[in-house]
């Protein structure tokens, strides 16, 4: 995705290139273009747009499920969220080793977002103010969907999360999930175009 972040002559901002590491995204999406759903990072808009919508209480933390290069990570960081509260989880090993590498103080977890339970330390069940993912959810069937919302539910029971997606109707059948849905945010600056939902249990 992009809109990379551009300095006063138009050319993308040293800290966005770095940071989203763009020949990194694009090899794994060669090799993997199901698990990347884009064969570039979000857009520094996209990005600032989703971290105006965290909302974390003092004592909770804010989880990124698949981070890939930490463009959103940054975005969050520059929202105000402090690096020990900021939990990243990506399943490829390249991405959390770059993570970690420019990220420094942030908690930075390589694995699978379908098993959150065990990859986010228990400290932090029932401590998540919100949940953003990245994962082209879209992309798999619904039993498949409905293991990644009761994965988040495990951790963050009542919270939902925020899902970005370059679908204009919700990627996801809500209902048939248990789920309310709302589209908080469309941008067009960003490649593709893309919108923020937030899906939430349904009581
Ligand atoms: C569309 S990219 C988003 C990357 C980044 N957040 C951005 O906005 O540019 C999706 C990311 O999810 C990661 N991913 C896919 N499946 C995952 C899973 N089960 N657990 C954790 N991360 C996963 C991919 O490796 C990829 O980095």
């Known amino acids: 995705m992009s809109d ?5 002559s138009g050319l993308p901002t040293a800290a966005h290139r ?9 090899k794994r999406w060669l090799a993997n273009p ?11 808009t996209l990005c600032r747009r989703i971290a105006a919508l965290v909302e ?13 290069t930490g463009v959103i990570s940054r975005a969050l960081l520059a929202a105000g969220v402090p ?15 770059h993570l970690r590498a420019s990220l420094p103080g942030v908690n ?40 990644f919302v009761s994965a988040v539910e495990a951790v963050a029971p009542g919270k939902g999360f925020l899902l970005y997606t370059y679908c204009i109707t919700s990627p996801l059948p809500y209902r048939k999930l248990g789920l309310t849905a709302k589209r908080e945010v469309w941008t067009p600056l960003n490649f593709p175009p893309a919108s923020v939902w937030r899906y ?4």
């Open 34 to 44: 199901l698990q990347m759903g884009s064969i570039i990072p979000s857009s520094d």
């Open 4 to 8: 990379i972040a551009r300095d006063d």
């Open 108 to 147: 930075v977890i390589q694995g699978d977002a379908f098993e959150l339970a065990k990859a986010l330390p228990a400290a932090m069940h029932g401590k998540v103010g919100t949940a953003i993912c990245g994962i082209p959810l879209v992309l798999l069937p619904q039993a498949d969907q409905q293991r």
């Open 18 to 26: 770095e940071v989203a590491n763009s020949s990194l995204f694009f």
């Open 56 to 68: 974390r209480k003092d004592d909770e933390v804010v989880v990124e499920l698949g981070a890939g």
């Open 200 to 203: 939430q249990p349904a009581r």
């Open 83 to 97: 690096p020990e509260k900021l939990v990243v989880v990506e399943i490829v090993r390249d991405m959390a080793e």
